[in-house]
């Protein structure tokens, strides 16, 4: 429905007669145009209250998301989320609503990549007499066993999108995986030990 729609609806309940004239130029009909103005404003507000209902569509309520789920994430570093896009920013908001995962490297490298990484994670094991086969590795030191080592293939482009970018944001904004190490070292096993390492180095 348009404003149009609720002005008929407003001159259809109106009575006959002189006095209730539906001349665009009368005064009923004036008022008609303001009533209408009135009810399609609310009638756009529902329909903005049903897109802010979720993450992905909101606009307005964004921080409210971001407050609710304690974003951005507290970081020994410092605030990653500096600078951050809106779009990011939305992202950040639906993979804490959705990583209640099993914490495992399959699942952390989905994670980083919904954020927007490309990225691998290896461990390196010690050999353990009674399990390991021939042809695999030696492994490292006993220690080893609790570094995953998460590669990841170059920094985050994030350009500017069409119907999600907000004026003052940069076209294309380049980040290292600062946010995603915080993220990682939050959630990993707690016996686990999370080294980043870049397969493209940093300059």
Not at 54 to 81: I, R, S, Y
Not at 179 to 196: F, Q, S, V, W, Y
């Amino acid at each position: 429905m348009d404003q149009s729609d609720y002005k008929k609806l407003f001159q259809n309940l109106m009575p006959s007669g002189p006095a209730w004239s539906r001349s665009p130029k009368s005064d009923m009909s004036k008022l008609g145009d303001a009533a209408a103005a009135f009810f399609f404003y609310i009638h756009q507000r529902v329909e903005k209250a049903a897109r802010e209902m979720f993450p992905d569509t909101c606009e307005e309520t964004l921080v409210d998301w971001e407050a609710m789920l304690e974003l951005p994430e507290p970081c020994e570093h410092g605030n990653h989320a500096e600078g951050q896009t809106f779009y990011e920013r939305v992202n950040a908001v639906i993979a804490k609503i959705n990583r209640n995962i099993s914490p495992t490297k399959e699942n952390f490298a989905k994670l980083a990549n919904f954020l927007g990484y490309n990225v691998s994670i290896v461990t390196t094991p010690p050999s353990v007499c009674g399990i390991a086969r021939c042809g695999e590795n030696l492994g490292g030191a006993t220690e080893a066993n609790y570094y995953w080592i998460t590669i990841v293939d170059g920094a985050r482009l994030s350009y500017a999108r069409c119907g999600t970018a907000v004026c003052g944001e940069v076209l294309c904004r380049i980040t290292w995986a600062e946010d995603l190490e915080c993220l990682l070292n939050r959630i990993k096993p707690a016996h686990t030990i999370i080294k980043l390492s870049y397969a493209t180095p940093k300059e």
